[in-house]
């Protein structure tokens, strides 16, 4: 089964911007437009924040954005906040009717 | 309002299987897809299933296929997620996810349930 690759951890300083990379193959982040991103805090239920590559649910701040170029996804976060510090984790369809996540990353706000 | 409400934590040993509900309600239940996801200690999330409660059809991730089985029951808006054989590999926090994507999903998670606690210990 493909795998989604995600960096262990990012960091950053309040005010910048960071983005996360999330890597697959030709036949799942590269053929689907299905990726979603959630953002999970220590002991805390994930939260969506981007869907469909670049779609942002209603009441998710327009600093978060996504896009896609080729076989990787990325979540960009600008303007990098003391709230954001928090586990990402990406998903995509893999065709076939199934669905994986990346391996997650940490943001660090310095 | 959407609310996924599970099932309190389970303590099993090796080998047995554990059963975990998630009861829906704020919003047509046959509508929308619903996930299972896990998450071992200190771990990432896996994705290990969905179900259809429109007609029951299922379809898990490969390494679960013949160990977990998820039905539902369309009187109480609720989807249960049975797990067999289980191993210590097996603990986990254990969520139900709704698909916003109608009809047919598009592993787009945007209501959860608590999670529930499944603990696999001799």
């Known amino acids: 089964q493909s795998a989604l690759t995600q960096p262990a951890s990012v960091s950053g300083s309040p005010g910048q911007s960071i983005t996360i990379s999330c890597t697959g193959t030709s036949s799942d982040v590269g053929s689907y437009n299905l990726v979603s991103w959630y953002q999970q805090h220590p002991g805390k239920v994930p939260k969506l924040m981007i869907y469909?590559?670049?779609k942002r649910p209603s009441g998710v701040s327009n600093r978060f954005s996504g896009s896609k170029s080729g076989n990787t996804a990325s979540l960009t976060i600008s303007g990098l906040q003391a709230e954001d510090e928090a586990h990402y984790y990406c998903?995509?369809?893999?065709?076939?009717?199934?669905?994986?996540f990346g391996g997650g990353t940490k943001v660090t706000v310095l | 309002q959407v609310q996924l409400v599970q099932s309190g934590a389970e303590l099993e040993k090796p080998g047995a299987s554990v059963k975990v509900s998630c009861k829906t309600s704020?919003?047509?239940?046959?509508?929308?897809?619903i996930h299972w996801v896990r998450q071992a200690p200190g771990q990432g999330l896996e994705w290990m299933g969905w179900?259809?409660?429109?007609?029951?059809?299922?379809n898990s991730a490969q390494r679960f296929q013949g160990r977990v089985t998820m039905t539902r029951d369309t009187s109480s808006n609720t989807i249960d997620m049975e797990v067999t054989s289980l191993s210590s590999d097996d603990t986990a926090i254990y969520y139900c996810a709704r698909d916003s994507i109608r009809p047919h999903g598009g592993y787009v998670f945007d209501y959860w349930g608590q999670g529930t606690l499944v603990t696999v210990s001799s």
């Open positions: 469909e590559v670049n």
């Open positions: 179900i259809n409660p429109i007609n029951g059809n299922t």
């Open positions: 998903c995509s369809y893999l065709g076939s009717s199934r669905g994986m």
């Open positions: 704020g919003y047509i239940f046959t509508d929308y897809l």
